[in-house]
């Protein structure tokens, strides 16, 4: 029968379990969730379906890159512990390797597996946070130190270094997008509408309004975007200052 990924969403939500497997279990049980859980509980699910609501506010984040592709992975638990156990780290790893060889889905598939047999020896609740693929001339990272906060970026031009670098940009500055331009139209537009209201309240005369909030849209653009912010390891430059005739084409990252 036909299983609607609603349907499949709210047993993953309600339960822990992968997509995969609750779609399967809806399956055998004729749409009936109570019925799937009862198979969820009776397969090899049953010990990661009983810790399936325990927080995950640990883990790690994790960076593979291989030539011109690269591949982020946030695995979360529940200790730091957990976080630092070699089996943990090496089931990030085999997910990020499945990114490498198959794309974001053979790594989810991947993690279906993988994160059962974590969890079932390591006694905690193991989620994928998620998978992001970014391809790109060069390649750099960064990962911090508490290995919870990661992130690549993409250049033409760059070096290893420099990757680094903008890597720690946006761990440390948290950009949204690269260039001003990019950030979306609609989140300006709402923004500007309070921004407005506030002057008009301030008694700011109306020939005098639509100066100021073109400076306040430059701004708010700026701070968002990884070029226009300042440059964390020499504030006084802003990032397209330090490129050196690279270009940045994009930047995944993640934060636990």
């Known amino acids: 029968m036909e299983i609607s990924a609603k349907v ?3 047993l993953r939500a309600k339960t822990g379990v992968s997509m995969m497997a609750c779609k399967k279990a809806l399956v055998e049980a004729g749409g009936d969730e109570v019925k799937a859980i009862e198979i969820l509980r009776k397969s090899g699910e049953a010990k990661a379906l009983s810790k399936a609501d325990r927080d995950t506010t640990e ?10 592709k690269g591949v982020l992975v946030e695995l979360r638990c529940e200790t730091d512990f957990v976080a630092r156990n070699e089996d943990f ?12 060889t198959g794309g974001v889905a053979a790594a989810e598939a991947t993690a279906d597996e993988a994160i059962k047999a974590a969890v079932v020896k390591l006694g905690e609740n193991i989620q994928l946070g998620g ?7 060069s390649l750099g990272f960064y990962i911090h130190a508490n290995n919870k906060t990661g992130a690549i970026v993409a250049m033409t031009s760059g070096n290893e270094q420099l990757g680094r670098d903008l890597s720690m940009q946006a761990v440390a500055a948290h950009p949204e997008v690269v ?3 990019d950030v979306d139209s609609a989140l300006v537009e709402s923004e500007m509408a309070i921004e407005k209201e506030k002057l008009l309240k301030e008694g700011k005369p109306e020939q005098i309004l639509e100066k100021i909030l073109e400076g306040k849209v ?6 968002r975007a990884m070029l226009t912010q300042d440059f964390i390891k020499d504030p006084s430059k802003k990032v397209r200052d330090v490129l050196g005739g690279a270009t940045v084409t994009g930047f995944v990252k993640f934060a636990i």
């Open 218 to 223: 430059r701004k708010f653009r700026e701070e």
């Open 179 to 181: 260039n001003p331009e």
């Open 8 to 10: 499949v969403m709210d």
């Open 89 to 100: 780290v090496a089931t990030a790893k085999a997910i990020a390797e499945a990114a490498h």
């Open 131 to 137: 998978v992001k693929m970014i391809e790109g001339d």
């Open 59 to 68: 883990g790690v984040v994790f960076a593979d890159i291989r030539g011109n």
